[in-house]
């Protein structure tokens, strides 16, 4: 394992440089605004009728068309939702300067061959493990976001360096950066995201529910043992892992944990890990969702309006309204 350090950083490389980020949503307003208090020269592009172009100008940057805000950048970062990456870059890349550097925060467009930069431009990586809200919460506060780097095409021969220093320059660096590949971020990243961090856990939240309402318990009983209770526990990981987790619950939490967990991880949902990783590195997985894309995203919405009129939701609307201490 390689990992880059603020000590290890040389940012004298984008000094006097235009930085170029494409995109004002979650990622793209933290890199905007935390490389503009790093000191550097940044530029967003977005859509003139889009609706993040006056939020851009109220937070004191510079905005441009992307055709016009990538002309003279040493780095275009494109920071929209993967899924518009390939004709974005598309109506581009003709105004990209020769040896720029095209930056991404999650490999997805590059590893899966939607974007095929021009040869003369270096390709790069920074992604930080985190939201774009906490990576400039953390930078505000004088901490930072670790990030992944990766160098798909080096053609200056200066990819690397001008890639940590735009790290260093949106708060990573001081949380340190791992050197890894597209392939590696792109593959693990969906893959965590699909089996554990959002597909897996709401599934077992939601069939945890289900089983304890059908046997006759009031849903707001379940709501709080399987929802509301999962952030005390997903806190005690995040802050020490399994360690941590069991030196604050009871002992009867732990024995339970222990014999019952592997029960419902068996070696079944252990198989269908695999098939989901097996989908994701074959490809299976990308080719499905750029098609689901270009059909308009019927499937997604059914989905994901099944997953918003689940009696959990309801209930969980009603019994966190009365928590008026959550946030939104
Ligand atoms: P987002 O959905 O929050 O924001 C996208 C922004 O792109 C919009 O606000 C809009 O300003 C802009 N946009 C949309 N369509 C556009 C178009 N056609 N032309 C120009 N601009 C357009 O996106 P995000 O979640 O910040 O994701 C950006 C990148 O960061 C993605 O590659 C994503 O995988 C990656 N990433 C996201 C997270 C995360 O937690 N959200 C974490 C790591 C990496
Ligand atoms: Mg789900």
Redesign the pocket.
Known sequence: MQMYLEADVDTSCLSDQQVTI???????RAHALNLKDSGFNVVV???PD???WAKAEADGLTVKA?SDAVKGAAIVA?????M??K??YQSVVDDIADGATLL???G??VHFKQVEPRADLDVVLI??????GLVRRQYEQGHGVPCLVAVHQDATGDALGLALAYSAGIGGARAGVIKTTFAEETET?LFGEQAVLCGGTTELIVAGFETLVAAGYQPEVAYYEVMHELKLIVDLLHEGGLRKMHKFISDTAAWGDMISGPRVVDANSRAAMQAILTEIQDGTFARNWIAENEAGMPEFRRMMNDDLEHPIEKVGADLRGRMDWLEE
Do not use: C, E, M, N
Request: aromatic share 12%; charged share 10%; hydrophobic share 30%.
């Open positions: 494409l995109g004002y949503g979650s990622q793209g592009g977005l859509r889009g609706g993040s992307p494109f920071l929209t939702p993967d518009v990456q004709s974005l991404f925060a999650h997805f467009a992604a930080p493990k985190g939201p774009g990243d």
